[in-house]
């Protein structure tokens, strides 16, 4: 059964609500099982408020391979909160591996803190370089070397049991779900994606995170998380 994780500020904590009763409406949730950061029980589906509430899941879980569809990587690392959480959970053992699908922010570019080299891929939506020893060298991308090239990398990578979660910031500017900054991909390209990740990995668990209430007068938001989470449902293990 879905669960609804309300955490966040204020806007993320009305977006997931609105969500929670969209999705029931549209007959993908049976009935809303919403529950606080400090409840999250064990299942295989969340929709969460601020991206940070996945920290908490896969504590709960235990899974240790996590696949993350998302405009930032989530790796800044001054204090705990939606843009941090995955380099805390790497740092906390929470978390073993990760990949980054689809970031155009936050990428790294040097190879200072061992953490991004051993436990994190990142492979950006658009062409982008970073130094290793000495030379720059180019993040395999969604754009020049194209979905099947990064799934595989990311397969090989992490194995085949993982943690799917997806930012929904990851979507164009048009789509207004998220609070910040969104990304590059279209829909189609995001459900494509899904499909694909479906067909490489066995998807354990997944969320969607970054639910704000922009969603409630997107059309195109409320339409792609419909949609997202729909195809997740069929994909999943
Ligand atoms: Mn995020």
């Known amino acids: 059964m879905t669960v609804f994780v309300i955490n966040g500020e204020e806007p993320n904590v ?25 409840d999250i029980p064990i299942d295989y589906s969340y929709v969460i408020g601020d991206h940070s509430g996945t920290y908490a899941i896969l504590e709960r879980l235990g899974v240790k391979k996590v696949l ?5 990587t989530d790796l800044m690392q001054d204090y705990f909160d939606h843009a941090s959480w995955l380099a805390y959970a790497l740092k906390d053992g ?4 990760a990949s980054i699908v689809g970031a155009v922010l936050m990428i790294p ?10 436990g994190v891929k990142v492979f950006p939506a658009l062409p982008r370089t ?11 991308n969604l754009k020049q070397h194209g979905m099947g ?22 979507l164009r500017p048009e789509y207004r ?11 189609r390209e995001l459900l494509d994606l899904i499909e694909e990740i479906g067909k490489a990995f066995r998807i354990v668990s997944f969320d969607i995170a970054e639910l704000s209430h922009r969603v409630i007068k997107s059309k195109y938001g409320r339409r792609a ?3 997202t989470f729909s195809r997740l449902m069929e994909v999943r293990a």
């Open 149 to 170: 090239r990064v799934i595989r990398e990311a397969r090989k990578f992490l194995g085949r049991e993982i943690h799917l979660t997806i930012d929904m910031d990851v």
């Open 130 to 140: 970073r130094k290793v020893r000495g030379k720059w060298k180019a993040y395999i």
């Open 68 to 72: 993350s569809i998302d405009a930032h």
């Open 225 to 227: 998380v419909v949609e």
């Open 94 to 97: 929470i978390v073993e591996k």
């Open 177 to 187: 779900i998220a609070r910040f900054q969104h990304g590059e991909l279209t829909l």
């Open 14 to 38: 009305e977006g997931v609500k609105y969500v929670a009763k969209l999705l029931k409406r549209e007959g993908l949730v049976n009935e809303i099982r919403a529950v606080k950061l400090e």
């Open 109 to 118: 570019t040097t190879e200072k803190t061992k953490l991004w080299t051993k």
